[in-house]
């Protein structure tokens, strides 16, 4: 659904002058520097101190696979060795005791699935929920880099799937924001050129993700959820055996009939166009009746598979909704 004009209050300009928007945010247009904004805010949440991460993952685990990943050198016995390290063939020629030592691999595979279909181009107050999805994924992506760990995309648009390869080095987020930001400004022209037709969605790539990321990954789901079928539940259920997933649900007030406007709109959704008239407390019931059924739908089916949900709307800016969880 597609709110055709903002609401008069828009607070994006109080928002910027409250430092949580970077000063270029225009709400619509992505650009580079209100991206790289978020990584200022990346290490705040990291441990010691209580993370976004066990908010968000119900405890992100450590990034520390375990012994025996990469084997590094071999040294003489020493006393509390692990006896099941030693090298008998080291020993058998020397004579004496050998420990094979390894180094811990610290690199945990983060996978964004970032939703960019028509219906998170929609925006009634501060951002459009697609610019609130990058927002978000640009904060967990610096996140991670900033815990030692390597972070990946598969952006999904209404012209197809692009995967991005996780890295773990500051230069090459910075190309990776840079290429989700040209698919998310291309994607907002299509969508404002072709704004009386509604594209059919791409499939949620589930089958790429199973191909890219390495058993134990991270996957977090960053999508309004508007689009979900029998087939997407029964495939990321599979997925859910061999890796923590969390998602995000971002969501426009408007959708919950929370506006302050009155009067009469043009507004898109998939089977067409209506005009709704807002003053009537009856339309805004009807709009938060609506949004809560498939609210609860898409709970339902993640909660049963074991996914951790939460939402954050794109009508206030992201760093003031996770404000409370650094306490």
Same mark, same amino acid.
């Given at each position: 659904?597609?709110?055709?004009?903002?609401?008069?209050?828009?607070? $994006?300009?109080?928002? =910027?002058?409250?430092? &949580?928007?970077?000063?270029?945010?225009?709400? +619509?247009?992505?650009?580079?520097?209100?991206? #790289?904004?978020?990584?200022?805010?990346?290490?705040?949440?990291l441990p010691p101190a209580k993370s976004l991460w066990s908010q968000l993952n119900g405890s992100h685990q450590s990034s520390t696979k375990g012994r025996g990943m990469t &084997?590094?050198?071999?040294?003489?016995?020493?006393?509390?060795?692990?006896?099941?390290? =030693?090298? /008998?063939? #080291?020993? +058998?020629?020397?004579?004496?005791?050998?420990?094979?030592?390894?180094?811990?691999?610290?690199?945990?595979?983060?996978?964004?699935?970032?939703?960019?279909?028509?219906?998170? &181009?929609?925006?009634?107050?501060? @951002?459009?929920?697609? #610019?609130?999805?990058?927002?978000?994924?640009?904060?967990?992506? /610096?996140?991670? *880099?900033?815990?030692? %760990?390597?972070?990946?995309?598969?952006?999904?648009?209404?012209?197809?799937?692009?995967?991005?390869?996780?890295?773990? #080095?500051?230069?090459?987020?910075?190309?990776?924001?840079?290429?989700?930001?040209? $698919?998310?400004?291309?994607? @907002?022209?299509?969508?404002?050129?072709?704004? %009386?037709?509604?594209?059919?969605?791409?499939?949620?790539? =589930?089958?790429?993700?199973k191909r890219v990321c390495p058993k134990g990954s991270d996957i977090i789901l960053l999508s309004d959820f508007s689009t979900q079928t029998d087939k997407f539940e029964s495939?990321?259920?599979?997925?859910?055996?061999?890796?923590?997933?969390?998602?995000?649900?971002? &969501? %426009?007030?408007?959708?919950?009939?929370?506006?302050?406007?009155?009067?009469?709109?043009?507004?898109i959704h998939g089977n067409g166009s209506s005009l709704l008239n807002f003053s009537l407390s009856s339309t805004r019931k009807q709009l938060r009746a609506a949004f809560i +059924?498939?609210?609860?739908?898409?709970?339902?089916?993640?909660?049963?598979?074991? *996914?951790?949900?939460?939402?954050?709307?794109?009508?206030?800016?992201?760093?003031?909704?996770?404000?409370?969880?650094?306490?």
């Open positions: 659904m597609i709110f055709r004009n903002q609401p008069h209050n828009n607070p $994006l300009t109080e928002a =910027i002058q409250d430092g &949580f928007l970077a000063s270029s945010c225009q709400g +619509a247009l992505l650009t580079i520097e209100e991206l #790289v904004h978020y990584k200022t805010y990346s290490k705040r949440w &084997f590094s050198e071999v040294r003489q016995y020493q006393p509390g060795d692990d006896i099941r390290q =030693i090298d /008998w063939r #080291v020993t +058998a020629r020397t004579g004496k005791a050998h420990t094979k030592l390894f180094t811990e691999e610290h690199e945990k595979p983060v996978f964004l699935l970032i939703d960019l279909a028509q219906s998170l &181009f929609m925006g009634s107050e501060l @951002l459009l929920k697609s #610019v609130q999805v990058c927002h978000m994924a640009s904060l967990l992506s /610096w996140m991670a *880099i900033a815990n030692g %760990d390597r972070v990946g995309m598969l952006i999904r648009t209404s012209s197809g799937i692009v995967e991005i390869k996780p890295t773990n #080095v500051t230069k090459n987020l910075l190309g990776m924001l840079q290429q989700l930001i040209e $698919l998310h400004n291309a994607a @907002l022209l299509q969508c404002c050129d072709i704004h %009386d037709k509604q594209a059919t969605p791409q499939d949620w790539p =589930i089958s790429t993700l495939s990321l259920s599979a997925l859910r055996q061999h890796h923590a997933i969390r998602a995000i649900q971002i &969501f %426009d007030p408007l959708e919950v009939g929370d506006t302050d406007y009155r009067g009469t709109q043009q507004v +059924a498939k609210q609860q739908r898409v709970e339902d089916q993640l909660t049963t598979m074991g *996914i951790p949900y939460s939402q954050i709307s794109c009508g206030s800016p992201l760093l003031k909704q996770l404000n409370g969880i650094q306490q």
